[in-house]
């Protein structure tokens, strides 16, 4: 897989904290980072992941030419960088949306995923105990697709606005990355301004990889 650089954004020291019947579902951490956006959840430089297979991996496909068969760094047509954009209007940038430039502690990750027909970008964050998908892209999902929520042990989430934000249920959601169809399970809650979180769970399942002599970090063990 041909490696790729991430746009870091810098954001305003926050936190994101949850409520939940379950004692031991109560907090997810996080440390310190600058945002321009008062409605945000502050994310961290990842620490080192353990590595496990994934049995949703599936075949092979270029990201570059969308060809089967071999990977972007393979490729024989011209390599070219893309871009997707959010409801917000932030953009993603990638050549390679699973191989991410770690440039500073206080920068956040980001990858471009697509759900259903909606690309999105999703903050990678590895003290987040759980995934969050905004209502908005939820409701994006054909009533016909879209996954049934179910009751959640998480209540409320604190700190990605000036109010709590109570947690409308969970469901698990097929999303696709780099050409990879994967299923995540995620919190849903109707936060405003805010892209989908995809916290440690996620991060185990893709067996993400900090790479320290690069600075990087590689999912998909690829």
């Keep these: 897989m041909q490696p790729g650089a991430r746009s870091m954004v ?3 020291p926050r936190a994101a904290v949850v409520r939940a019947n379950d004692k031991h579902e109560s907090v997810i951490k996080t440390t310190p980072a600058t945002s321009s956006s008062p409605n945000w959840f502050a994310t961290h430089t990842p620490s080192a992941f353990n590595s496990r297979k994934n049995s949703t991996k599936g ?3 270029c990201h570059n030419c969308q060809g089967w068969g071999h990977i972007q760094k393979q490729c024989p047509s011209p390599h070219k960088n893309t871009k997707a954009s959010t409801s917000s ?3 993603c940038e990638t050549q390679g949306p699973t191989v991410l430039q770690l440039k500073g502690q206080s920068r956040e990750m980001s990858i471009h995923m697509r759900i259903y ?3 999105v970008c999703a903050v990678l964050d590895s003290g987040a105990r759980r995934n969050v998908l905004p209502l ?3 409701d994006t999902i054909h009533p016909d697709m879209r996954p049934e929520l179910q009751p959640s042990v998480v209540e409320t989430l604190l700190g990605v606005g000036p109010v709590d934000v109570p947690v409308l249920g969970e469901a698990q959601i097929p ?3 780099n ?3 994967v299923n995540v399970d995620f919190l849903v809650a109707d ?3 805010v892209e989908v979180l995809l916290g440690h769970p996620f991060l185990t399942q893709a067996e993400a990889r900090l790479d320290f002599g690069r600075h990087r970090i590689i999912l998909f063990g690829e």
Excluded: F, K, L, P
């Design 10 to 12: 810098e954001r305003r």
């Design 59 to 61: 075949r092979v496909r």
């Design 89 to 91: 209007g932030s953009t």
């Design 117 to 119: 027909e909606v690309e």
């Design 136 to 138: 908005r892209y939820y």
């Design 175 to 177: 999303v696709d990355i």
């Design 179 to 181: 050409n990879r169809q």
């Design 191 to 193: 936060i405003a301004g």
